[in-house]
């Protein structure tokens, strides 16, 4: 980088798309000069010391190379909430958030301190944003991974909500207490399909796949949790589970086998059918 440049020209020279390079930059003027985003505009004239002009060129060539931004940053917007996120977990999509808003709604149906389940939590994105929305609602947040569980942790921390969230390793229903039973249970698993030529592309390429694909038809972990349900979700409970844009069918039917009713599909803001919900039996 030439120390001559401002801000003006550094943006307008890198390859990067604007938006993403505007993102980095922000964030090297946060860290090293506290000032705020609306910098790049009000002083586009300024030139960055070595530390930061170092920082910035760093920062940029991994987005360059494929990086993540949120990787990158070290954390990601979601719902209401800002979780730190790392390489061990999935990064937190925008139409994950529609788990969060269907238990959201649920809660407020149920007018009482509500019970809720979320499994495969990652990162701690949906639970977190459940509790921080719903402060008498109790969460129990489930991830097989070790990795995973120590960046929810950190989060819940982070966000003051370990009072409400609680954590438990292993596989689905098997990280439970056999009796535990839930108003509600959410959950985004790996609904990507074996060999799907999206997990060598783009950010996938970076994000655990054991979190993304469960490596056959991208249906076995939703057969899994909907299967279980019986067990785990009170009478009249309500479950909520993330799928791929063209599973939905098999997942209403996975539904129907459950014997859940009410079974509703949710659109994402792409429109694609993103999240089905069933509810059990009174």
């Known amino acids: 980088m030439s120390e001559s ?26 860290k090293h000069y506290q000032l705020p985003r609306s910098a790049l505009l009000s002083r586009d004239d300024m030139v960055l010391n070595e530390a930061a002009g170092a920082e910035w060129e760093a920062l940029a060539s991994r ?51 509500a019970q809720v389940l979320d499994l495969g939590t990652g990162s701690g994105a949906i ?21 995973a569980l120590a960046i929810a942790k950190q989060n819940a921390q982070l966000l003051r909500l370990t009072n409400q969230v609680e954590f438990a390793q292993g596989s689905w229903y098997e990280a439970l207490d056999r009796n535990s039973l839930f108003d509600i249970i959410v959950s985004n698993p790996p609904y990507i399909a074996d060999r799907d030529p999206h997990l060598t592309q783009g950010d996938l390429r970076f994000e655990p796949s054991s979190a993304l694909t469960d490596y056959a038809s991208g249906l076995s972990c939703l057969e899994v949790i909907i299967a279980g ?50 509810r059990k039996r009174l």
């Open 5 to 30: 440049q401002s801000l003006r020209l550094l943006l307008s020279n890198c390859s990067l798309p604007a938006n993403e390079a505007r993102i980095l930059l922000a964030h090297v003027l946060k």
């Open 229 to 278: 349900v019986d067990q785990y979700l009170k009478s009249g409970g309500l479950i909520a589970v993330e799928h791929g844009f063209d599973q939905s069918e098999a997942v209403v039917q996975l539904m129907q086998v459950a014997h859940l009713t009410d079974i509703q599909v949710y659109l994402d803001l792409a429109g694609h059918c993103r999240v089905v919900s069933g």
């Open 127 to 147: 639970a977190l944003a459940i509790a921080s929305a719903a402060p008498i609602t109790s969460v129990i947040a489930t991830d097989q991974s070790a990795e």
């Open 63 to 113: 987005r360059i190379n494929g990086e993540p931004i949120a990787y990158i940053l070290g954390k990601k917007g979601f719902h209401n909430i800002e979780l730190f996120v790392a390489p061990g977990v999935l990064i937190p999509r925008p139409e994950t958030e529609l788990l969060v808003d269907i238990a959201l709604s649920e809660i407020t149906k149920l007018n009482q301190p």
